[in-house]
């Protein structure tokens, strides 16, 4: 009878063992993750998408006007602007800087002539090096 309860416990400890086992595995993996995630969120090199977006454009025969959304945490400029792959200048709303501020919408202008029922393909590039591109039309 003795054999058979060595056996027993044996077989009892053998799977608690596993248990947890298992159990700090899955602690270890947890925390891991967690950490990783948290890195990613807390990083400011990372861009998610959409942190720069054009969210609106106004034209007249003179004027486009851009609406840049900058959802970074720190402001950029735009170095420049291209209409139809043919740079232009541009203005910020309060002179020639165009100054985007963290976590905001800035305004841009850029000189025309603009022609009505026309298609313009609109790029702006970054001080960051980033660039965004969207379609209007006049």
Not at 7 to 14: C, E, G, I, P, Y
Not at 54 to 80: A, K, P
């Amino acid at each position: 009878m003795a054999t058979g309860s060595k056996r027993a416990v044996s077989a009892v400890l053998s799977v608690l063992l596993l248990v947890i086992i298992v159990f700090v595995l899955g602690i270890v993996l947890f925390n891991f993750i967690i950490g990783m995630i948290g890195n990613i969120a807390d990083s400011d090199s990372v861009q998610h998408p959409f942190s720069l977006l054009i969210e609106n454009v106004n034209i007249n025969n003179t004027c486009m006007t851009i609406y840049v959304g900058n959802r970074l945490n720190y402001e950029v400029s735009v170095e420049t602007a291209y209409i139809n792959d043919e740079q232009r200048e541009i203005f910020g709303f309060l002179g020639n800087e165009a100054l985007i501020p963290c976590n905001s919408t800035g305004i841009l202008y850029v000189k025309g002539p603009f022609v009505g029922g026309g298609l313009y393909n609109i790029k702006l590039v970054f001080n960051s090096g980033n660039s965004v591109l969207s379609v209007a039309r006049y």
